[in-house]
């Protein structure tokens, strides 16, 4: 069956930077788009970033462009979000999201677009 397990959370002080991952197994992982979505407490789950099935787009959330930077590695089904430069409001789980999607409109910042998702992993900024 489909999974996505997300991984690489943990605490950091704010400035600080994590590599998550996101293992895919159980579907032709380089013909999915891959996103990443956070959700902080008391909130709603949120666009963070997104990539193309071979990797050469890209698509961001305003509120991280520059700071994180997504990849992915088809070999190794594998999609990556290297977040740098911390900060508190980064405070969130953190889900990957799998869609076989082939058009990218304003709906790949809809929950409703993927069709697969991890269970989160959490990032806490703090000091």
């Known amino acids: 069956q489909v999974q996505l397990v997300e991984s690489g959370g943990g605490l950091v002080q704010p400035g600080g930077s994590l590599r998550l991952s996101c293992a895919a197994s159980?579907?032709?992982?380089?013909?999915?788009?891959m996103g990443w979505f956070r959700q902080a407490p008391g909130k709603e789950r949120d666009f963070v970033a997104l990539i193309s099935k071979h990797g050469g787009t890209t698509y961001y959330a305003d509120s991280v462009q520059g700071r994180f930077t997504i990849s992915r590695d088809n070999a190794k089904n594998t999609v990556y979000l290297q977040v740098n430069s911390l900060k508190p409001e980064d405070t969130a789980v953190y889900y990957c999201a799998a869609s076989q999607k082939t058009y990218y409109d304003d709906r790949i910042y809809s929950q409703s677009w993927y069709e697969f998702w991890g269970q989160g992993t959490q990032v806490t900024v703090s000091s």
């Open positions: 159980g579907y032709s992982f380089s013909n999915y788009a």
